[in-house]
């Protein structure tokens, strides 16, 4: 079984920046896919970005040149800087991770962080 931490979500001004955390924890043999996924209200989930274990990262064209998508392999965490934060960006913004345990594959979500872009 497979939990997941999320931190640093919270209500910053049009323009701010805010920086997210997932840790993973528990039998993990290895991590492979990491990402960030946000829903607004009313909304479907949309993808905010990727990122492989090599390091590779894939942004939806909304973030590109704002928000940095990193990652810890030792620390089995995800990271995703956000910059120029635009009101309309406020969302519940979830972690997704996706690997290996000693038992079998899996992909777990984390349970949500508040994001809230307002003046």
């Known amino acids: 079984q497979v939990q997941l931490v999320e931190s640093g979500g919270g209500l910053v001004q049009p323009g701010g920046s805010l920086r997210l955390s997932c840790a993973a924890s528990?039998?993990?043999?290895?991590?492979?896919?990491m990402g960030w996924y946000r829903q607004a209200p009313g909304k479907q989930r949309e993808l905010v970005a990727t990122i492989t274990r090599g390091g590779s990262t894939n942004y939806a064209d909304s973030v590109k040149g704002r928000f940095t998508i990193s990652r810890d392999n030792a620390k089995n965490t995800v990271y995703l800087q956000m910059n120029s934060l635009k009101p309309e960006e406020t969302a519940v913004y979830y972690c997704?991770?996706?690997?290996?345990?000693?038992?079998?594959?899996?992909?777990?979500w984390g349970q949500g962080t508040q994001v809230t872009v307002s003046s």
């Open positions: 528990g039998s993990i043999v290895s991590i492979n896919a």
């Open positions: 997704y991770v996706g690997g290996i345990t000693i038992k079998s594959d899996f992909g777990s």
